[in-house]
């Protein structure tokens, strides 16, 4: 008795190495929220903008740009990991004249995936 439930134990070491793996193979890093929110409206200029990942991120490779309404980058081009929270992007802003904004990020997740996106805010 004790031989098959070792048997069967060891067959189904194969399937949970599999399903383990193909996770692995997926866990790409995608944002879960951003300050300021996606396409919101604030009347205040951020000093920041900050976006959270649903997984950590590889510092040397992710980058965050904020452009302005002309098309130009306005950020102050410090974007960076945080050191505590390995899944938050960050990059400082001077103060910002009303319009709208894009924010472009592009990272890489610990697994080594690339994600890139953009979203709006605007400033009344």
Same mark, same amino acid.
């Given at each position: 008795? +004790? &031989?098959?439930?070792?048997?069967d134990?060891? @067959?189904?070491?194969? &399937?949970?190495?599999?399903? &383990?793996? +193909? ?9 879960m929220? =951003? %300050?300021?929110?996606?396409? =919101?409206?604030? *009347?205040?200029?951020?000093?920041? $903008? !900050? ?5 950590? @991120?590889?510092?040397?490779?992710? =980058? ?8 130009? %980058?306005?950020?102050?081009? /410090?974007? !960076?990991? /945080?050191? *505590?929270?390995?899944? #938050?992007?960050? $990059? =400082? ?6 319009? !709208?904004y894009? #924010? *472009?990020? %592009? ?7 690339? +994600?890139?996106? /953009?979203?709006? &805010? +605007?400033?009344?």
């Amino acid at each position: 008795m +004790t &031989f098959l439930l070792r048997r069967d134990r060891m @067959l189904l070491l194969p &399937f949970f190495l599999a399903v &383990f793996w +193909t996770s692995l193979l997926w866990a790409h890093a995608f944002p879960m929220r =951003s %300050e300021p929110r996606v396409g =919101s409206e604030v *009347k205040e200029p951020p000093s920041q $903008v !900050k976006i959270w990942f649903d997984g950590d @991120l590889e510092p040397a490779f992710s =980058s965050l740009k904020v452009i302005g309404p002309d098309g130009k %980058e306005v950020d102050a081009h /410090d974007a !960076k990991v /945080d050191e *505590k929270e390995h899944n #938050v992007l960050s $990059v =400082s802003v001077p103060k910002l004249p009303p319009g !709208k904004y894009r #924010v *472009k990020w %592009e990272v890489v997740a610990m697994d080594t995936h690339r +994600t890139e996106g /953009d979203f709006t &805010f +605007t400033i009344k």
